[in-house]
Nanobody, 125 residues
Framework: QVQLVESGGGLVQAGGSLRVSCAAS????????MGWFRQAPGKEREFVAAISWSGGSTYYGDSVKGRFTISRDNAKNTVYLQMNSLKAEDTAVYYC??????????????????WGQGTQVTVSS
């Protein structure tokens, strides 16, 4: 089992930046591929980003590519999502997710093994 706790959400103006963090506890952090999803009211859950257990591979949803960067620090058991050039459309609850590491990162398919509780990100225009 692993517990995921997001932090760093808040209110930011359009064009600004924000970094959200996800701290993991329980089993060894490096055994998990990690990722982020988001969901706004009235909209479906959307894949945002994922990173392989080693950090060697990253993946991004089309709507955030070039603006968001996912990274991880296995020594700190933490994954980060750096969000730049934020838009009002980025407003959502952002959820951290973990997948037991296999060769292929499957987080993009939307069925992780563990979910965090979410952190609200609001972008004002």
């Amino acid at each position: 089992q692993v517990q995921l706790v997001e932090s760093g959400g808040g209110l930011v103006q359009a064009g600004g930046s924000l970094r959200v963090s996800c701290a993991a506890s329980g089993r060894t952090f490096s055994r998990y591929h990690m990722g982020w999803f988001r969901q706004a009211p009235g909209k479906e859950r959307e894949f945002v980003a994922a990173i392989s257990w080693s950090g060697g591979s990253t993946y991004y949803g089309d709507s955030v590519k070039g603006r968001f960067t996912i990274s991880r620090d296995n020594a700190k058991n933490t994954v980060y999502l750096q969000m730049n050039s934020l838009k009002a459309e980025d407003t959502a609850v952002y959820y951290c997710a973990a997948e037991v590491a296999g060769i292929r990162v499957r987080l993009r398919e939307g069925n992780p093994d563990y979910w965090g509780q979410g952190t609200q990100v609001t972008v004002s225009s």
